[in-house]
């Protein structure tokens, strides 16, 4: 009797242990006061923030983003130096085809794809849109290869709107500090659309990228540079020596 009632009783101890260790970790949140001065100091670093991509038209910086996905912006800026020669509209680069357009990309990940995508999205711009890139997102997001991340870039950086694309950086950035945490990339965009003050909107984006670019880096974060340690909720940021202050 009692071994039977321990052998059902052993299971029960298991599933509890397990949903114990799935339970989320709570990430802390910013307070409010704090993220206004944490943009300051963003912005006083770097008043007017640029994309790093190379690009000379709306077009140009759609075809660009949509090839930068899983891609170093240093490494699309390579392939499209001659590609943008040669097409640099949606008729140049229907007509420079797939095959030659695959293999001006070829050394930028998952390039066959986005050689397909980037003349398809040409050829939608040119039968629906008149050959121009559409301002909505809605029309942005209808085109081959381009998502929801492709468009906010777009709308921002060609349409000066104030929207932020959360990529690998801006996760991070937002999570690490408490800025804006979230589980995925959309929570992260919501949360830091109710929680950017609107005259940093603009430009959020940008100075969220790069700081996690060169500063807040995934494996070694260059916590004694930067610009926004005080207000940083990150448990493991470095502690600051006193030569850093
Ligand atoms: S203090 Fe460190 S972890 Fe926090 S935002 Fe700055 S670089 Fe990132």
Redesign the pocket.
């Given at each position: 009797m009692t071994t039977r009632k321990a052998a059902k009783k052993a299971p029960k101890a298991k599933t509890k242990a397990k949903a114990k260790a799935k339970k989320p970790v709570r990430m802390k949140r910013m307070p409010k006061e704090w993220v206004e001065p944490f943009f300051a100091a963003l912005s006083a670093a770097d008043p007017e923030p640029k994309t790093e991509l190379n690009y000379t038209n709306p077009y140009t910086l759609v075809v660009a983003v949509a090839l930068s996905a899983q891609a170093t912006d240093k490494g699309v800026n390579l392939a499209t130096e001659k590609l943008f020669k040669l097409a640099d509209t949606p008729e140049k680069m229907v007509a420079l085809g797939e095959d030659r357009v695959r293999d001006m990309i070829k050394t930028i990940g998952l390039f066959r794809n986005k050689a397909k995508n980037a003349v398809a999205l040409s050829q939608k711009l040119i039968d629906e849109f008149g050959s121009e890139v559409p301002q909505s997102r809605e029309a942005l997001e209808s085109l081959p290869g381009v998502g929801r991340k492709t468009a906010n870039v777009v709308l921002n950086v060609a349409f000066g709107e104030p929207t932020i694309a959360v990529d690998t950086h801006i996760f991070r950035?937002s999570n690490?500090?408490g800025l804006a945490p979230g589980k995925d990339p959309l929570a992260v965009e919501l949360a830091l659309e109710k929680v950017v003050p609107e005259k940093y909107k603009l430009h959020a984006h940008h100075w969220l990228i790069l700081?996690g670019r060169y500063?807040?880096k995934a494996r070694k974060?260059?916590?004694a540079k930067?610009d926004?340690?005080k207000y940083?909720l990150?448990p493991?940021?470095?502690p600051l020596t006193p030569e850093d202050i």
């Open positions: 950035v690490r500090t700081h500063v807040c974060p260059d916590c930067c926004v340690y940083c990150w493991e940021k470095a």
